[in-house]
């Protein structure tokens, strides 16, 4: 088969974007961005938590922020959420459970659980939001 033919018989124009997008990992997200009367929004499950130790929810509400939601390394009752965002070049921050760090993957900057930095070049903190349970369901106040 020539070359020309595969690509037409592929459609390469029209089917790359959907391999590409087939192959990209995406944050799973919530069914609902509905943000409620307290400023609360669901963004996952305690048993997603449990699964993944960390939870990634990207555009919440009404806005473009993204949260990051880990156990308390200290007190497993307790969430902790972060945004995500490297405060040095904007990277996506993930959590790695074992050293008890988040690791920004494109300067290795590292930032505690609560989001203060460890080691740059990152000088300022990740900002926090408030989180908690109701039921199986963690909530997320973005404010």
Known sequence: MKRREFITLV??????????????????????????????QEVGTLTELGKNQQILRENLGNSQQKALIIPNPTDNNQLIAVNPTCTHAGCTVTWES???VFICPCHDSQFSS???????PAT????????????????????
Do not use: M, W
């Open 98 to 100: 074992e050293k008890q």
């Open 11 to 40: 459609g390469v124009g029209t089917a790359t974007p959907l391999i590409i997008s087939a192959c990209t990992p995406k944050a799973s997200q919530p069914v609902s961005n509905a943000v409620r009367s307290d400023g609360f």
């Open 114 to 120: 609560d989001g203060k930095v460890i080691e740059g």
């Open 124 to 143: 300022e903190p990740l900002a926090s939001y408030e989180a908690k349970s109701e039921g199986d369901a963690i909530l997320v106040k973005i404010s």
